[in-house]
């Protein structure tokens, strides 16, 4: 009878935990459309400048997403476990209060975005006519932010809510609109880069509407449980400093990642422009892997902090023995399509023969990815859910370091800049492991 009930528990779990990653990883998989269809759209001009403008400005808008990330993470493992422990104004307080330091943020950007998109173009130090194109790009986007950095913070919130479809509708919504939007202001109002700009700006503030939908109907389910009392915003400093401890952590591993990425594209710089291009050709392959991974990451995050929240040892080790299975299958199934599909994938991201050749020599680097950096995506939940944010970012710096003095001392071609990077991402792996097994297991 009670292995009869472990299975039903067991079968349960998975069902779960697939509800909850499918719409993850179908939101992200959405995500290169866009992206595609920027580049058909202003591939079709007659000047390559504009193409170029925006793809350099968009590279630096990739740092907006990211550097918010923060945000997200740092509300889904309150608001799990709040949802856990069945407090709901607690759900309620600390959704307020990430809200108002999300506003905080969000002005201070405005107010900066001169300075930053300054210093956004001189470091990426393009040709005058790119810069010009990047320029007026990023003035434009940056009336965005509001949008983002609250879709961002809501999303997780959800996420938390153990909702993730709002991420597939909202993403789904943005992405359809703005191809929409973009090729109706540029082919229709010839308005090329701006018209890119503008579109991208409008569609955002669409997905931020239906996201601000589906929280009105949220609050109108958790408000009659709450108290009025607890549910109101305090200002407190005492308050918040858990938020910010919580923050802080998240913010340094995020930027360190970030780093990571630019530290290897530095250096691969310094092989040539056939390498960069490579490069770009193969980093690709990882988007394709943390778009995988990322929804066996939210379904272990948003569980993990129910659980904990509950205090159930029991249906935590349920949780993190059915995600992690399903994560380890994401993992050996990426890396098999890697190593059997790898060349095809790469003839279709690029036509030109040099940089086709090149990365093909490099495949193999990129079949072991999944396999060094997997289970560091799946932890990454896990400890998100369990708010143990310092334990992240000691992952990520420990890594980062290693990582630095590999290359600096090993550094001398192509081939050992990927091994060293392999090694960033099991180092993570194993890091976070060790912690998981030590801290976290039952």
């Known amino acids: 009878m009670t292995d009869s009930r472990e299975r039903h528990e067991l079968r349960n779990t998975f069902e779960k935990t697939w509800a909850l990653a499918w719409p993850v990883i179908l939101a992200n998989l959405s995500l290169p459309l866009l992206s595609l269809a920027d580049a058909a759209i202003l591939g079709h001009l007659p000047d390559p400048v504009f193409l170029a403008g925006v793809t350099a400005a968009g590279s630096l808008m990739a740092y907006v997403f990211f550097g918010f990330n923060f945000l997200s993470m740092g509300l889904s493992g309150f608001t799990s476990q709040a949802m856990g422990r069945e407090a709901y104004s607690d759900v309620l307080q600390v959704l307020k209060r990430y809200l108002l330091v999300a506003s905080v943020l969000i002005v201070l950007t405005l107010f900066a975005h001169p300075w930053l998109i300054q210093a956004g173009v001189w470091l990426i130090s393009p040709p005058a006519g790119v810069a010009e194109q990047s320029t007026l790009y990023l003035q434009i986007r940056m009336w965005g932010v509001p949008a983002i950095v609250l879709n961002i913070t809501l999303l997780g919130f959800f996420i938390g809510m153990q909702n993730t479809r709002v991420s597939l509708y909202s993403l789904s919504l943005t992405q359809l609109m703005n191809i929409g939007l973009n090729a109706l202001l540029v082919f229709g109002f010839d308005l090329a880069t701006a018209g890119i700009a503008i579109g991208t700006v409008i569609s955002e503030y669409l997905g931020l509407l239906l996201v601000l939908w589906h929280l009105r109907r949220t609050l109108l389910e958790l408000t009659p449980k709450s108290d009025p009392d607890q549910s109101t915003l305090s200002f407190r ?26 530290w290897f594209n530095r250096l691969t710089a310094e092989f040539g422009e056939l390498a960069l291009a490579a490069n770009g050709v193969l980093l690709a392959f990882f988007t394709l892997i943390s778009h995988f991974l990322d929804g066996t990451a939210a379904a272990a995050e948003a569980q993990t902090g129910h659980a904990f929240g509950e205090g159930n040892p029991q249906r935590l080790k349920q949780i993190w023995t059915v995600s992690g299975i399903l994560n380890l299958g994401f993992m050996g199934l990426l890396s098999a399509l890697f190593w059997l599909c790898g060349n095809l994938f790469i003839d279709v991201l690029s036509e030109q023969p040099a940089v086709i050749a090149y990365a093909e020599q490099q495949l193999r680097w990129v079949v072991l990815l999944p396999l060094s950096g997997g289970l560091a995506f799946w932890l990454d939940g896990v400890f998100i859910g369990a708010r143990r944010s310092k334990d992240m970012r000691n992952s990520v710096v420990s890594a980062f370091v290693l990582f630095v003095c590999l290359t600096l001392l090993w550094g001398h071609n192509h081939s050992a800049l990927w091994v060293c990077f392999n090694a960033f991402f099991a180092v993570r792996s194993v890091w976070l492991l060790t912690v998981f097994y030590k801290k976290l297991w039952p």
């Not at 308050?239 to 780093?259: M, W």
Request: no cysteine.
């Open 237 to 262: 400093w005492s308050d918040y400093r858990p938020i910010f401890k919580v923050s802080r952590h998240l913010f340094i591993r995020t930027f360190v990642l970030l780093s990571s990425f630019v």
